[in-house]
């Protein structure tokens, strides 16, 4: 009998920050795959925001055969990372110095003119900032992560979510006022609701916990994505999760 899938999504703390280079060592989805005797599917690219999440993952949930999907898992990215067709940029933030920055992932990969044409567009919704704003980014990824959760739920498909970096703007009134506050599930969304201000959790803050110097989970005090033994770790929590929840 063929084994059920593990399907995963996310940013670089998923798939890793080089697409064209393989991971040195195993990442949380191969991982926790293994923990739970599964194949895995990772959708995870560096530098994306929650818009490519979501979207890789229901692509990936629809045409993959609903009893094969053992588990659905989203740790989700930034909410100033805004995906478009072929490239990402954050859009302004007060609270985040380096949120005005011009920024695409897999730069390396890209020709001059495609730069060119990508920083006329970005520094055009800088000079419109009524066009994006902080609020507007965090209430389109509580959207994503209601919808992804009532499409596992529609399917019974089971899942799991994260918020994956801490939220670098400050709690703001609009949170609390969204439609879908009171719908998201924290018995699937671990870490709910995601502010550790208010009792809520990310996985940066998961691995604080366990290592507050940022000596033992991270790379280096320059790159602070999570080493091998940070992946062990956040597959351990996912881990923990699941089998609190399905086990």
């Known amino acids: 009998m063929a084994k059920k899938i593990l399907i995963a999504s996310g940013d670089s703390w998923t798939g890793g920050t080089h697409r064209d280079k393989p991971n040195s060592y195993p ?3 191969e991982i926790l795959a293994d923990k739970l005797n599964m194949d895995y ?3 995870g690219r560096g530098g994306k925001g929650n818009e490519f999440i979501y979207n890789k993952m229901v692509d990936a949930l629809c045409v993959t055969k609903t009893k094969r999907v053992g588990l659905a898992i989203c740790l989700w990215s930034k909410f100033d990372r805004w995906d478009l067709c072929k ?8 609270n985040d110095p380096q949120a005005h920055y011009p920024y695409m992932v897999e730069q390396q990969f890209r020709t001059e003119v495609e730069l060119l044409r990508r920083d006329k567009f970005v520094n055009a919704i800088y000079e419109n900032k009524d066009l994006v704003n902080e609020t507007y980014s965090l209430l389109k990824s509580i959207r994503w992560f209601h919808a992804f959760q009532n499409h596992c739920e529609l399917q019974n498909i089971p899942y799991l979510q994260m918020q994956g970096f801490r939220p670098t703007h400050i709690i703001k009134k609009e949170f609390f006022d969204c ?4 719908f998201i599930d924290d018995n699937k969304f671990i870490g709910w609701p995601i502010y550790e ?10 691995l604080d916990e366990v290592d507050p110097k940022q000596v033992e989970l991270r790379v280096s005090k320059e790159d602070l994505h999570p080493n091998d033994r940070g992946h062990e770790y956040m597959a351990e929590v996912f881990y923990e999760k699941y089998s609190k929840s399905y086990g």
């Not at 490239?87 to 007060?94: A, D, K, M, N, V």
């Not at 439609?179 to 009171?182: A, K, L, N, R």
């Open 41 to 43: 599917i990772n959708f």
């Open 197 to 206: 201000e208010i009792g809520g959790k990310s996985m940066w803050d998961k």
């Open 87 to 94: 490239w990402t940029f954050r859009s302004p933030g007060i």
């Open 27 to 29: 990442y949380w989805p």
């Open 179 to 182: 439609p879908q506050f009171d």
